[in-house]
């Protein structure tokens, strides 16, 4: 996927999580992001990747995020991957 492309659908990540309001709070009390890192952050590749992580943190979300989007649940991780900054890390 080209970063092009990653970036808009990452904007739709962030839109996906916007839509709920639960899910927005969670977000904030685990990342300790503010209303004001939507506002300010929202285009940043750092705050994409931040989205990503946390939607990838449960299946459910995942699944849930991609029928939003339309594309198969893998491609949340193709997503955050193909983001500058978003490579896989190895932690061995």
Partial sequence: MDKETAEIRALEVLTW??????LVQIFMGT?????E???????????????LDFVLMD?????????????D?????????SLEGGQQVNWT
């Fill in 17 to 22: 999580v916007l839509m709920d309001d639960e």
């Fill in 31 to 35: 990342t300790g992001a503010s209303q």
């Fill in 37 to 51: 890192d939507f506002r300010t952050d929202n285009l940043s590749h750092e705050f994409f990747i931040s989205i």
């Fill in 59 to 71: 299946d459910s979300w995942v699944i849930s995020c991609s029928k939003f989007l339309k594309t």
């Fill in 73 to 81: 649940p893998s491609q949340i991780q193709n997503i955050r991957v």
